[in-house]
């Protein structure tokens, strides 16, 4: 069975170590607005909450391109194959969780778990991101947090509003 990647939220400290190493490893520098994954703070909450990429069964995102540059890998990874995405962002627009965005290059990027080996997980050191094989428990908080959607707004709004949604649920 393939591994999955799930934000446990009540672990995560806000640290940023993940977006670090994510945006280090895509883009060669330490810049978390240029990760393929968020972590919405909320101070005064005492809360922070990561959100990941789904690699959804029937991507939104994969549906919504018109050129056919979105695409499951053999371990069901979503994928985008830059050579040929023409920058039209509709699957930013279609993602409702906000995981793909237009990047520099007017290329569409998204997480596309490190090749197999998650470098936001390896820096994680509280727990709050995990790739394994899904048990019971890990796949109903997966499906708890696919639940929440957001149909409108750029893909950072759409996460951070998620996010608003999973702190007030007590996630």
Do not use: Y
Request: glycine fraction near 12%; aromatic fraction near 4%.
């Amino acid at each position: 069975m393939p591994r999955i990647l799930v934000a446990m939220p009540e672990k995560c400290t806000g640290c940023g170590r993940c977006q670090a190493a994510c945006s280090a490893a895509h883009e060669g520098l330490f810049a978390p607005s240029l990760a393929r994954l968020g972590v919405e703070n909320f101070p005064f909450l005492g809360r922070s909450v990561p959100s990941v990429c789904f690699h959804c069964a029937n991507p939104d995102c994969m549906a919504a391109c018109p050129e056919g540059a979105i695409s499951h890998d053999e371990n069901g990874t979503v994928l985008v194959h830059a050579a040929k995405c023409t920058g039209c962002g509709a699957c930013a627009e279609a993602c409702p969780w906000g995981q793909i965005r237009l990047g520099a290059d007017d290329v569409a990027v998204k997480c596309d778990l490190c090749g197999g080996e998650p470098g936001c997980v390896s820096e994680c050191h509280s727990g709050a991101l995990v790739f394994q094989e899904p048990d019971k428990d890990l796949r109903k908080l997966r499906g708890m947090q696919m639940k929440e959607r957001c149909a409108n707004g750029s893909p950072e709004g759409k996460r951070a509003e998620l996010a608003r949604r999973l702190v007030g649920a007590g996630a």
